[in-house]
């Protein structure tokens, strides 16, 4: 079975830390780049980071840089994403994403985690 496992998410006060992992299980080809997104009732869904797998090239949503930062442990085939400084705003439910290149690259989507910032 291919998946993404997430885990991390919960209650945080604000300027508070969070540290969210997503594991690939049962993948077979080597994943390329990973992301993470974040969505809200009633919004699109918004890209927050990326990197890639090969490079570690990263990449930022304005509205986290500086507040996060996003890594990959390749060995493990597990992404992470550390947030600082969190906001009520940064409240949302979020999801990672692996491309892997078996012909073309295939995406595949975590089943998302809460994270609620309030006092």
């Known amino acids: 079975q291919v998946q993404l496992v997430e885990s991390g998410g919960g209650m945080v006060q604000p300027g508070g830390s969070l540290r969210l992992s997503c594991a690939a299980v049962?993948?077979?080809?080597?994943?390329?780049?990973w992301a993470w997104y974040r969505q809200t009732p009633g919004k699109e869904r918004e890209l927050v980071a990326t990197i890639s797998t090969a490079n570690g090239r990263t990449n930022y949503a304005d509205s986290m840089r500086g507040r996060c930062t996003i890594s990959r442990d390749n060995a493990e085939d597990t992404a992470y994403l550390q947030m600082m400084i969190l906001k009520p705003e940064d409240t949302a439910v979020y999801f990672c994403?692996?491309?892997?290149?078996?012909?073309?690259?295939?995406?595949?989507w975590g089943q998302g985690t809460q994270v609620t910032v309030s006092s």
């Open positions: 994403n692996a491309k892997a290149r078996i012909v073309g690259l295939v995406d595949y």
């Open positions: 049962g993948f077979a080809f080597p994943i390329t780049s």
